[in-house]
């Protein structure tokens, strides 16, 4: 087969696919004696499996995959995949743990509740005032200050993000996630938005999950080519392409 072959399948350039093939994403590819590409069965399945990984893993994620499995080392490659499955877990159970924490919040059924002290706030979410104060050099809860006074004070969204910051906090989520959360809140538009916001978070997370999978699939058919055409065995007749 041509690189042009290989690349209308997907909508890609020829040059796209030479590309590929220089980054290690397809096999040992064999030369006629005037240099042309020789591709086969083989490369347009590594084809398939680096564009079907690089939608779960992303593209440079997917170019290490395909370079450890080209070059035999397979425990380089599980490990790989495995971390993204790990990473896709973990994220899971962010959102669970958000998810409970909203609707705690929620089920309260109370009106927002603004105008509180740093002691104020403390005492009702179970917190050491100097823990909101770290909180707010790290950006999780923004109170204004009283004019007069110069005391802080936390309004009704700052007193939410604190309640959401300690839910999270007791699930043994780190400051940086919980800020990384909180901001996008915010930009999300805050607390009417927030079923949008999740539903929007499991649909990514959906959509990444059966990614991994169909990535799985393409480089399973990947390893059983190989394993059935050793690469140093000719296998079909492949029609000349130039450089």
Same mark, same amino acid.
């Given at each position: ?41 083989v ?33 380089s490659?599980?490990?790989?995949? #495995?971390?993204? &499955?790990?990473? +896709? ?6 959102r669970?743990?958000? /998810?409970?924490a *909203? =609707? !705690?919040?929620?089920a ?12 104020e ?6 917190v ?6 770290t909180?707010?050099?790290e ?14 004070e ?38 009417d ?5 999740? #539903?929007?978070? &499991?649909?990514? +997370? ?9 990535? /799985?699939?393409? *480089? =399973? !058919? ?19 392409d130039?450089?």
């Amino acid at each position: 087969m041509r690189p042009i072959d290989l690349a209308r399948e997907h909508g890609l350039s020829a040059q796209a696919v030479r590309n590929y093939e220089d980054a290690g994403v397809f096999p040992p590819t064999e030369r006629s004696e005037t240099g042309y590409r020789r591709y086969t069965a083989v490369h347009a399945q590594a084809l398939r499996a680096f564009l079907a990984l690089r939608a779960g893993h992303g593209h440079q994620r997917a170019v290490e995959i395909m370079r450890a499995v080209n070059r035999g080392d397979l425990e380089s490659a599980y490990r790989l995949i #495995d971390a993204a &499955h790990v990473d +896709l877990v973990a994220e899971r159970a962010t959102r669970a743990e958000v /998810a409970t924490a *909203l =609707d !705690a919040l929620s089920a309260n059924g109370s009106a927002p509740v603004g105008g509180l002290t740093v002691g104020e706030l403390a005492r009702r979410i179970g917190v050491h005032p100097a823990t909101l104060r770290t909180w707010e050099a790290e950006g999780i809860v923004r109170p204004t200050r009283d004019r007069v006074t110069g005391y802080r004070e936390y309004g009704p969204d700052s007193v939410r993000d604190a309640e959401i910051a300690r839910q999270l906090r007791r699930g043994g989520y780190r400051l940086s996630q919980v800020r990384r959360f909180l901001e996008a809140l915010r930009e999300a538009g805050g607390a009417d938005a927030l079923t949008t916001f999740l #539903d929007s978070w &499991h649909t990514r +997370l959906t959509t990444r999950s059966r990614h991994l999978l169909t990535g /799985a699939a393409h *480089l =399973d !058919a990947y390893l059983t080519l190989l394993a059935q055409n050793p690469l140093d065995a000719p296998q079909d007749d492949p029609l000349a392409d130039p450089l």
